[in-house]
């Protein structure tokens, strides 16, 4: 006979088991009304989230867009002033090459007024006189010293303006460099998007680098940069036009200069020529007069030698009558008139011989007068040779080097236009 088998286990009551149905089934919507408010708030989020991140990112790429404009418009600020500096550094730099050029281009007149002061002291005698033109010549000196020290003082001065360029320069660059490489850096982070193969999580990127300024900071220095090379460009623009001032008043002060100086001279020659005209006369009378005084003393003692010979004669006759015999020597009228003749002889040739003298001294007077003026226009020949060379050298200032040929020779003190007195002065000295 078959019996029944069964496992012994624990027994539920029914009601355990409703009351586990019910739970389960309690619990079941519970978890699932908690899960639909996890998943409702979840989507809440994922589309506030994904708004918020959207908009964030579009408005940080408004930003970098905006900061690559306001970078880029400073750039090209930068870029135009630095264009405006390189065009006033190559301006100045010019400028004080020309004001170089003046400079060494006073070499030339310093040299030829001191040439011809040089010269002027080979005059001789009274010629060696301190005249307008040798005050003048002084004068010129004086001018061409101040001329000098005056471009010498706007060289220096546009030199240190150049180093204050350069040093602005120097600046801008690097600003302007800066600006550069920002802008690349902000146009690769404006390029950038979600499927950039390059972006990756980094390490504290929100830190503030060491170094970092403001944005009001950023503006000031680029500003002050701006600033500081437009008050150098002015500056270097004031000093251009006071140098090219100071180049056309020096030049006007040496050109008036000269025109004095020559004046001068042209007007000592003609003072010269005037006086050795006046010389070349007195020697030309005075040569006359030595000649007629010459043929007076000669006919002075032709006179004399004859009153000798009536004297002898007068003598000889007297002395003859001595010899008369007895009552035969008497004091008759032949005696009388022999006596006063000898007197009358003897009295024209002591007269005779004191204008002869006088003659003979005023002779010797004139010999010496005359080697006087022969020696003063000798003197006079020389310092308008002497002049005329210096008018000569002078014509190196207003003809160009190649075409200035000298005509007077400095050995031969020859000349191929000279005033007409020094022609004969020339012939004669030869």
Not at 180 to 204: A, F, Q, W
Request: with cysteine; proline share 3%; net charge negative.
């Amino acid at each position: 006979m078959t019996t029944l088998s069964f496992k012994p286990s624990q027994r539920f009551r029914l009601p355990d088991w409703h009351t586990n149905s019910y739970l389960l089934s309690t619990n079941a919507e519970r978890q699932r009304d908690a899960s639909h408010q996890i998943r409702q708030e979840a989507r809440v989020l994922r589309n506030e989230t994904n708004n918020q991140t959207i908009w964030d990112e579009h408005d940080n790429r408004t930003r970098l867009s905006d900061r690559v404009d306001t970078v880029n418009r400073w750039k090209e600020m930068l870029d135009k002033c630095l264009t405006d500096l390189d065009a006033e550094i190559d301006n100045l730099t010019q400028m004080k090459e020309s004001a170089e050029q003046n400079l060494q281009a006073k070499n030339l007149p310093l040299d030829v007024a001191i040439e011809c002061l040089t010269l002027r002291d080979s005059r001789r005698d009274i010629d060696v006189v301190k005249d307008p033109v040798e005050e003048e010549l002084h004068k010129e000196v004086e001018v061409i010293e101040a001329t000098r020290k005056a471009l010498q003082q706007k060289i220096s001065q546009a030199f240190e303006q150049l180093c204050l360029l350069q040093e602005v320069r120097q600046q801008l660059n690097t600003d302007h460099r800066g600006k550069m490489e920002t802008l690349e850096i902000d146009r690769g982070c404006l390029s950038l998007n979600l499927n950039s193969p390059n972006i990756s999580l980094k390490v504290n990127p929100t830190r503030v680098p060491n170094g970092s300024t403001t944005l009001q900071q950023w503006d000031e220095i680029s500003q002050y940069n701006k600033s500081h090379a437009e008050a150098e460009m002015k500056a270097a623009i004031e000093l251009r036009e006071a140098i090219t001032l100071t180049i056309a008043q020096t030049n006007n002060q040496l050109e008036a200069q000269r025109v004095a100086t020559e004046f001068a001279f042209r007007k000592r020659l003609r003072e010269m020529e005037n006086a050795y005209s006046e010389l070349k006369w007195q020697e030309k009378n005075t040569l006359e007069e030595i000649a007629e005084m010459q043929e007076d003393i000669r006919r002075l003692e032709e006179d004399l030698h004859r009153k000798l010979m009536n004297l002898k004669l007068a003598h000889t006759r007297l002395e003859s009558r001595t010899y008369r015999p007895n009552a035969e020597l008497c004091q008759d009228q032949a005696q009388y008139g022999l006596t006063d003749e000898v007197h009358q002889l003897e009295a024209t040739i002591t007269v005779l011989k004191q204008k002869l003298a006088q003659a003979q001294d005023a002779l010797d007077a004139l010999y010496k007068h005359l080697a006087r003026l022969q020696a003063d226009i000798a003197c006079k020949t020389n310092s308008m040779l002497l002049d005329t060379k210096c008018m000569d050298t002078r014509r190196k200032l207003t003809l160009p080097a190649e075409k200035f040929v000298p005509e007077v020779d400095t050995f031969t003190r020859t000349t191929n236009r000279t005033l007409s007195p020094l022609k004969s002065c020339q012939l004669e000295l030869a």
